[in-house]
């Protein structure tokens, strides 16, 4: 899962939802008056970890959540499962130290359904 893309393999930052979250982020952070490098540095550092997640979540849709383990002979996780979570993680983490949570919260309704059971 380097840098280098190997042949076949998709180019995550050359896709429109990369584009857009990553214009998102920047013009939120912007609105806020946050603009030092230490901000935009972290989105590209989220950014990284998107593709990298992107990747994962690739390689779980054509492997599956278990593969064989060429050694044993039996099916194992796909390590790809607990990386993405991890990465998963890593992600939450930096968006909320960008303050993106709070403002991704508020933005949702919270469970004023007038729905009557």
Do not use: H
């Not at 214009?23 to 950014?47: C, F, H, I, P």
């Not at 933005?107 to 059971?117: K, M, V, W, Y």
């Amino acid at each position: 899962m380097g840098k280098s893309s190997a042949a076949g393999e998709k180019n995550w930052r050359q896709t429109k939802a990369f584009r857009e979250l990553r214009q998102s982020m920047l013009e939120d952070l912007t609105a806020r008056g946050l603009v030092d490098r230490a901000y935009t540095d972290k989105v590209e550092e989220y950014m990284d970890f998107w593709v990298q997640r992107q990747k994962l979540e690739a390689d779980i849709a054509a492997r599956g959540v278990t593969v064989v383990d060429a050694k044993r002979g039996m099916p194992v996780e796909n390590r790809s499962v607990s990386l993405s979570v991890q990465v998963s993680r890593q992600m939450l983490a930096i968006f909320t130290a960008l303050g993106l949570k709070d403002d991704a919260c508020a933005a949702s309704p919270q469970g004023d359904d007038d729905d009557e059971l």
